[in-house]
């Protein structure tokens, strides 16, 4: 016990000579704390956007539920194409078609078929005007798959759906820009396609959804969807785009739809066993892989980026407690004359590293959180500081006092104490 309290009254008169160095050492110093406290601040706000990120991909993925996955006529990520040469095989395969979707809801552990397609369009009410918005084309059978958080309205009907009817429903950012303080049921809108032959028309609005925020799908965008068969007889869309959307049936595990699913299309489209299927499927947990190994190196080259800044912060503290060990040379002699051993000279200086390293890591970590919580509530992105985040960020503070510590503390530690005295 004795031994623990003659260690802790030295650590905190290691951290009083730290401070009073601080002072008597402005420029140095916070040249040291500011090194430090960049490379925890860029730690913590990484950690925090990642953090944020994760949870809203997840809580994405996890409303159109865990066991949907999609069909579609391309993988998750492209293949480098070329202009000449076989270089992406997804090209040559052909496009979903709606009887496929079609055969797809006869099998028995199928729930739910959706037939989506997005395409860019620009949208006017008036003189206000949406150049460039994302439509979405889909079944009426979509509010099954991810039901969407109805504002006012409804959503089309599979009558409306198949007839090709001319309604939308759209999300409350567009109907803000759109209507501003009107009510948006009943109006009609101008939709007029921005690709291929740029073709569309009038559409009335029957539906206002709110699109929960997250960083996949932007909730401050307007987003405008209809059937998809308006989409492409009305509107233009090419079908060769189009993708299934699958939900299992209640009693199906994922892998016997999925199974079922691929023996289905492969048959239809006369493909032999030994050929590869001219289709993709993608689970949700592929796309997670795919966003994971994206984020990983982002994180990674982020963190590496930070680490910069605690290396010019550790360089920091070398050169201050190099010039502290000098101008203390008579007092180290003294302590040593009094009895001070090595052991104890090494521990005070390595304190006073630490010290000057936790003190640039506290700012960080307080500018971080300070950020996260601004990111937090001004976009999509639910930012927050994981403890893990300040656990590590704290530990490299420490981490880079005692590495970069360690050389000058190791000089004051072996001084001599007849030379240090006379010291001048």
């Not at 949870?55 to 194409?81: D, H, K, L, M």
């Not at 490299?396 to 005295?421: E, H, K, W």
């Amino acid at each position: 016990m004795l031994r623990f309290m003659d260690r802790l009254r030295m650590s905190m008169e290691g951290v009083f000579i730290a401070l009073d160095a601080m002072r008597a050492n402005k420029v140095r110093a916070g040249l040291t704390i500011l090194g430090v406290a960049v490379g925890v601040f860029v730690v913590v706000v990484i950690s925090a956007a990642v953090h944020g990120i994760n949870e809203s991909v997840a809580q994405q993925f996890q409303a159109a539920g865990p066991t949907t996955f999609f069909v579609q006529r391309y993988p998750i990520v492209f293949e480098n194409c070329h202009d000449s040469g076989d270089s992406c095989k997804w090209r040559s395969n052909p496009s979903l078609t709606f009887a496929e979707a079609d055969l797809l809801k006869g099998l028995e552990s199928v729930g739910e078929v959706a037939i989506q397609q997005g395409w860019g369009a620009s949208v006017k009410y008036r003189d206000r005007e949406l150049p460039n918005v994302n439509i979405l084309g889909i079944t009426a059978n979509w509010p099954q798959i991810n039901p969407p958080k109805m504002i006012a309205g409804r959503v089309f009907t599979e009558q409306e759906s198949r007839a090709a009817a001319s309604v939308v429903v759209i999300n409350t950012t567009a109907a803000e820009r759109l209507f501003g303080d009107e009510d948006a049921i009943g109006k009609v809108i101008n939709v007029t396609a921005i690709q291929g032959a740029q073709r569309g028309g009038p559409f009335t609005v029957i539906g206002v959804f709110k699109d929960e925020a997250s960083f996949l799908q932007g909730g401050e965008r307007p987003r405008v969807v209809t059937s998809v068969y308006a989409l492409t007889r009305k509107v233009g869309a090419l079908t060769r785009w189009v993708a299934f959307v699958i939900k299992p049936a209640a009693n199906a595990r994922q892998d016997v739809t999925i199974d079922e699913v691929t023996a289905a299309l492969r048959g239809v489209r006369g493909l032999r066993p030994g050929r590869e299927s001219n289709f993709a499927i993608i689970t949700q947990d592929k796309l997670f892989d795919v966003y994971n190994k994206v984020f990983g190196m982002f994180f990674l080259v982020m963190i590496s980026l930070s680490s910069v800044g605690l290396l010019v912060g550790g360089v920091g503290v070398v050169a201050i407690m190099m010039i502290s060990v000098t101008e203390r040379t008579r007092e180290i002699g003294v302590r040593k004359a009094l009895g001070a051993t090595r052991l104890i000279i090494l521990w005070q200086f390595l304190v006073e590293a630490v010290t000057l390293t936790a003190t640039g890591a506290m700012i960080g970590l307080a500018l971080g959180w300070a950020v996260a919580l601004l990111v937090r509530n001004t976009t999509p992105v639910a930012a927050s500081v994981p403890p893990l985040a300040v656990v590590a960020a704290l530990g490299a503070s420490a981490f880079t006092g005692i590495v970069f510590g360690m050389l000058p503390a190791v000089r004051a530690s072996r001084l001599d104490p007849v030379t240090a005295l006379r010291h001048e």
